[in-house]
């Protein structure tokens, strides 16, 4: 493998980070993790090589993903471990047809203002004011379950707008050229389209409230769990403790998070507000309270679109509490 | 120069030249090659010849010589290396309508028939399409590719690509007609026919000619002067004006001149010339 | 004694003719017989290869209407609202535009930059630059300057037909026997007729090849071109259908892009043997 | 006098040299200066056409170690942890692997294909077939059967490099001259000797071409590649800085890809004329 | 039926063949070509011809009467029609090095010097380094091209190419020698410095030799048979043994011959023979 661009040019300073919880000398192997560019603690934790100081033995391995879509897939073909997917994604991946061998283990975020539709017409009030306009959405996304949901909480279709599939990246050259009315998107982009004219019309918290919460969160293969019970433990203290800093020391989290974007720490301080950061204990009571509904419901909504064969009886199996409730008690 | 930047001098020489009735001039031609190898080859060197209106000029000289480096000088082929080439008062810069050539290996076009191509110069010099038809027609008569007319180049065997060849330069009726070995590849009487309508054609519509040859035969028979070049560098080495009348519509006559004094003294000079270098190679 | 040579000589042809077809549809049948024994046994898991039974039935679904879910009385057409069909149909009509202008700027470009040498020296390099860019790093360019419609979509295609259409004919140019040019000229051809009766049949076996790889190239460039707003367009249902984890569905549109671009290509090469008969034959 | 002759040739040969070298230089300026005036003048936002200034301090800072904000005592180096060059070196390194198992296999493919008329008749279609696929459609598969390392990755650019290499073969070898391979036989050669001593160096020209044109399109492919854990690669860094809207950074990536690709080019033609010295001289 | 596959009536037939010292055996050939145009072209008729081990055939007639054709066909370039030719006792089925060939246009690899070119043959026999260094030597020479050995054949001239192709072959010293037009673009010196080598390896070797021509002279000089094709279909029209001696070595000899009277009298009627159809073309 390559050198990093650190250790060629002498400028490595992240190694020397003490492990912040108990080391796990017990694991070894490779832990092969998926990825993807989302401001959340576990930027935290890659870019300050958290893990490698925490489970020492064994080879830590980070694989850079662009959507959930791939991570799931990546599970399927059994080249990762643990991953990143969003929340329609992991439901995708416990249900019929696919019935993934996977766990959810842990919510990196909830998506909060992060995921916004905003307007280029400031007098658009609701999402109703929209109908019959374009609007732009990455099909497949966390923000495209939202939009459906939200066009359905406001009693309208999929058909009373004209959805247009756009990645993020190419939202600003079409908004600029009029070519869309909305969008709903996050950062960098959202940030652009508010400058750029844009007015918020609703939000992923909007629809949140109404039944229909989307998360980023990590999947674990039940292989992994089975051979290798503690490193899932200690991987879910450092994200426990990575998220306690993104509260306590926020300057130094986006310095972290933003050295793996590749972007401003100031921005990556702006995207912080979007989402909220549950810690061990709160995770401990949503996955027990609310998760298991939540999925059945983002189940149902995703089969009413076809995306699904059928929504299991109890969403309960397909997470894996023991880390998360050995954490919270510590 | 091209004929529209003439200088002065250069339009009087030119006069001058048509007043001697001169068709071509070579000037000094020294033609190099480089091969792969990086060895130069001087395929011609010094070349200095006049050639006159109506003059029937053949070039005899040993395989490798430099004739048909000369004759692609001529027609405008290749840039000479130095020295320079004028044609009818102006220097010669690339092919002209006004050289047809009779390639060694005959160029055809295989997307178009044997008559198409018979008709391709005459299209590109815009002649009327009846009148095209009618001189396709005539030519391949000429060179007994009537019944072939129909068939695709690659469809013929050598010797009748090459009078195919040969019935699409004649049809355009060039000024100054370049062949080069143009009847080596046919039998003797497809030969003998060809040779008496190239005379013929040569009499009635006064154009230059300019034919390369193996056989000194021939040379004797058709040429009003002969060049006999030699190799290593290519020179000229004899330039023997030929004055036995012959009358080409008799047969027989041609055995005739065979046996005739001056033809074999004329055949033993050009030979012995021809091979005088022999011990070289 | 002729004739019954001639008739022997038929129907060994004819048997010679059917055993031929034999071969493709036996090759064919071979393919999916492996395939369902792969599923079938349960070699690979169907999220990645589904079977060829449920890839039928995704191909028979996209263009059929059928309530949502089983029971349902929500009615969808096709897939992403528009049948299978139409999703080829329009990825048809970019492929065709985008080829069209290719064949007619790159066969024009070719003939300009072989006989042009200084121009060839300038423009040429750019054309090697942009034969190497990859769609999905410039898409986002030309949404920019021709925005999310067909435009943008059908420049891609385009410039990535382009160059090797202009490389095949500069090559075809460069190839072409100076006897054969000489000749023309020496017949009485102006330079333009030169080019247009004889660098250009000679040349047209090697731009034909061209336009041959120019096509395949713009198969593979159609589901960057889709990737955004791409629908109705069969690129953009594979890549959709991908992120959605409906393997059948991708599959299905893989092999209906592999059967038309398949189709295309033998209707390039049957086109080819008739505009260039000589060849393989001088 | 012919020593002038030589020694003024030898001048204008210097000068013409010369010249050709200004003009390449001269479009390339040009092409600064246009884009330059056009970013000055504020024509295009600079979100989606940056200046070449902005370019060249991406560039620069991709190669470099920076702390990450004025000030700040956290130093990062590159871009995603590697600095440019490294990411254009792995990508590099994937070319070259797939390319090489191309070549291999693209004319050994080619010449059993051209060879043997039933093996031709049940494998050509789906040579033609996957020559139409679009990565970013099987990519998934690939994934699936190869995991998700460089594996995964090099068999895709040898699936995109392949055929061309089979196709300029196959068409290579049906356009050498009959008369060829029969004097072959005639003076002793078996079939395996003609191959190698007369059809093989036939074709060369041929099979060059079909490798140069492979070239370009493995370039085209890289970012499919790298689409998913490309890092360090240059695909994946072109593709991430665009989702990040780092466009100073994508497009200072597409020229690293442009040049690197137009050297390689530039390098497979002097080959070919090296290998090839006959071509166009015959 | 290659040569594994003989049943037993054929092997006594090839015995009972070599014992009457025959080489090659045409039998019943047909040839035909269907051309574009969907046209059907019989290039050989019913053509019957026995060749005697260490026979010196030449072959005259017309340009496309089917020399070539006929040539390809024992070669085993071309699977015949109808009919069929045993060489040897075998029936030939594709090329062999025992049956070389001279091709009517030069077949040279550009990429092999000439020296390469006339080593090709004997490389792909086999034969060792040292003694093929020698022999291109030897046969360089003797087609003069001792200079150019290090050119590439497209740095020669037409008739070099020629003899290059020439040297080729003989070098590799096969059983039949297959000609076409060889001499054809050669000077007359090296024409007849060739003919004369190529009699001489002709008697020390022992070969068979078929060798096409448009010369009768050269036939006549070089055959111990001349087979004259008539076309239309192309049929064999006359085989004529030729019993004139003539010893090669002398030079001043061949003048003498030419007026011999019997020479005289077969050129006459060969050239009728090979004329008589003149008014149908
Ligand atoms: N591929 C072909 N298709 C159609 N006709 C052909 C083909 N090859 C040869 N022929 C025809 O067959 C006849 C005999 O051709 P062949 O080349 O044997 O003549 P040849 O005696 O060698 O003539 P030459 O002395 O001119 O070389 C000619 O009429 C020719 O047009
Ligand atoms: N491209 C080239 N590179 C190097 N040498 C060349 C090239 N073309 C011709 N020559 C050399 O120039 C000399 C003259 O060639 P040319 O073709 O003029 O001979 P020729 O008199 O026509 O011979 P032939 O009667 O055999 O056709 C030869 O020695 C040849 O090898
Ligand atoms: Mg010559
Ligand atoms: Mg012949």
Redesign the interface.
């Known amino acids: 493998a390559m050198q990093k661009a650190d250790q060629l040019s002498g400028a490595s300073n992240a190694s020397s980070e003490k492990c912040p919880v108990t080391v796990n000398k017990e694991a070894k192997g490779t832990i092969r993790i998926a990825w993807q560019a989302i401001a959340n603690a576990d930027l935290v934790v890659k870019d300050r090589k958290l893990l490698e100081a925490c489970i020492p033995n064994a080879t830590i391995q980070w694989n850079q993903f662009n959507s959930g879509g791939d991570v799931v897939q990546a599970f399927g073909s059994r080249s990762v471990d643990i991953g990143l997917a969003g929340s329609s994604p992991a439901v995708k991946s416990v249900s019929a047809p696919l019935n993934l061998k996977v766990k959810v283990l842990w919510i990196h975020d909830i998506i909060g203002e992060a995921e916004s539709l905003v307007a280029h017409n400031s007098s658009a009030k609701s999402i109703k004011d929209l109908a019959g306009k374009n609007i732009a959405v990455p099909f497949g996304s966390t923000s495209h379950f939202s939009l459906l949901s939200a066009l359905s909480q406001a009693g309208m279709d999929s058909s009373s707008v004209h959805l247009i599939n756009l990645d993020p990246d190419k939202m600003a050259a079409a908004w600029g050229r009029g070519e869309i009315d909305a969008a709903w998107v996050w950062d960098p982009v959202l940030s652009k389209l508010k400058a750029d004219g844009g007015s918020v019309v609703t939000s992923s918290a909007a629809t949140a409230k109404n039944g229909a919460a989307t998360f980023d969160m990590e999947l674990v293969s039940d292989d992994f769990i089975k051979a290798n019970p503690s490193a899932v433990e200690t991987w879910t203290a450092v994200e426990n403790y990575a998220i306690g800093l993104i509260a306590s020391d926020p300057d130094n989290a986006a310095d972290s998070i933003s050295a793996q974007l590749g972007n401003s720490p100031k921005d990556v301080k702006v995207q912080f507000k979007g989402y909220s950061y549950p810690d061990a204990a709160e995770q401990s009571k949503i996955f027990s309270d609310q998760l298991p509904g939540i999925f059945k419901a983002t189940a149902q909504f995703l089969k009413g679109q076809g995306d699904l064969d059928a929504v299991n009886a109890d969403y309960a199996p397909a997470l894996y509490t023991t880390a998360i409730d050995a954490v919270a008690k510590q | 120069m091209s004929e529209q930047t003439m200088a002065w001098d250069e339009l009087t020489e030119r006069t001058a030249m048509s007043k001697q009735g001169i068709a071509a001039d070579i000037r000094g031609l020294q033609q190099r090659f480089t091969t792969q190898e990086g060895d130069e080859v001087i395929a011609l060197h010094d070349i200095n010849l006049q050639i006159k209106e109506h003059d029937f000029i053949c070039v005899v000289g040993r395989s490798g010589c430099g004739k048909t480096t000369l004759l692609n000088a001529l027609a405008g082929f290749e840039k000479p290396t130095e020295g320079e080439i004028i044609f009818r008062g102006a220097k010669v810069e690339g092919p002209s309508p006004r050289r047809g050539v009779v390639f060694q290996k005959p160029p055809l076009y295989p997307w178009l028939t044997v008559r198409g191509n018979v008709e391709f110069g005459m299209k590109m010099q815009n002649v009327k399409q009846d009148e095209r038809k009618e001189r396709a027609e005539q030519y391949l008569e000429l060179v007994g590719l009537k019944d072939a007319a129909d068939r695709r180049p690659y469809e013929l065997s050598g010797g009748m690509q090459q009078r195919a060849q040969i019935a699409r330069v004649l049809a355009t009726d060039p000024d100054l007609i370049l062949m080069d070995e143009p009847y080596g590849a046919l039998d003797a009487l497809t030969r003998e026919r060809l040779q008496n309508e190239l005379l013929r054609i040569w009499e009635d519509h006064k154009n230059t000619v300019f034919f390369i040859t193996h056989s000194v035969d021939e040379a004797i028979f058709l040429a009003t002067r002969v060049i006999v070049m030699s190799a290593h560098p290519g020179t000229i080495k004899m330039d023997i004006p030929i004055d036995i009348p012959r009358d080409t519509a008799n047969q027989e006559d041609m055995e005739k001149v065979r046996s005739d004094p001056r033809f074999v003294e004329l055949r033993e000079r050009i030979t012995e010339a021809i091979y005088e270098q022999d011990d070289q190679q | 004694m ?1 004739k019954t ?1 001639t008739m022997k000589q038929r129907m060994l042809s004819t048997i010679a003719n059917g055993s ?1 077809r034999l ?2 549809i ?2 064919l049948i071979l393919l999916i017989v492996v395939w369902w024994a792969v599923t079938a046994a349960k070699l ?6 589904p079977s060829p039974g449920s890839v039928w039935n995704a191909l028979v679904k996209a263009n059929n209407c059928h309530p ?2 089983q029971g349902s009385n929500k009615i ?1 057409c096709g897939e992403q609202e528009y049948f299978l069909w139409q999703h080829l149909l329009a990825s048809l009509q970019r492929i065709g535009v985008g080829m069209g202008f290719a064949i007619i700027a790159g066969v024009l470009l070719g003939f300009i930059l072989a006989s042009v040498t ?1 121009l060839n ?3 040429m ?2 054309v ?14 030309l ?2 300057w021709f ?3 067909d435009t943008s979509k059908i420049w891609l295609l385009f410039l ?1 037909a382009c ?2 259409i202009v ?1 095949a004919t500069v ?1 075809g140019i ?2 072409v ?4 040019v ?9 330079t333009l ?1 030169a080019f247009v ?2 660098v250009f ?1 000679s040349t ?1 076996p090697s731009i034909m ?1 061209g336009i ?2 120019a096509v ?2 713009t ?6 071109a889709e ?5 109705p367009g069969i ?2 249902l ?3 259908s ?6 059948p569905l ?1 599959i299905a ?2 092999i209906v ?3 038309a ?2 189709a295309l ?1 033998g209707l390039i090469v049957l086109l080819t043997r008739m505009v ?7």
């Open positions: 002729r040579g031929r071969q493709s036996f090759s690979v898991n169907p999220l990645y290869l949502i879910t969808v200084w020296r300038i423009i390099p750019y090697n630059f942009i034969r190497a860019l990859p769609p999905l790093g410039y898409i986002g360019l949404i920019v925005g999310i419609g990535a160059p090797p490389l090559e460069s190839g026997s100076t006897d054969r000489n000749s023309a000229k020496s017949l009485g051809a102006g007729q009766h004889v049949p047209l090849s041959r790889l395949g190239f198969w593979t460039t159609v589901v960057a990737l955004n707003n791409g629908i690129g953009a594979a890549y959709l991908g992120t959605q984890l409906n393997t991708t549109c893989i892009i592999g059967i671009a398949f290509d260039t008969p000589w060849v393989g034959r001088e």
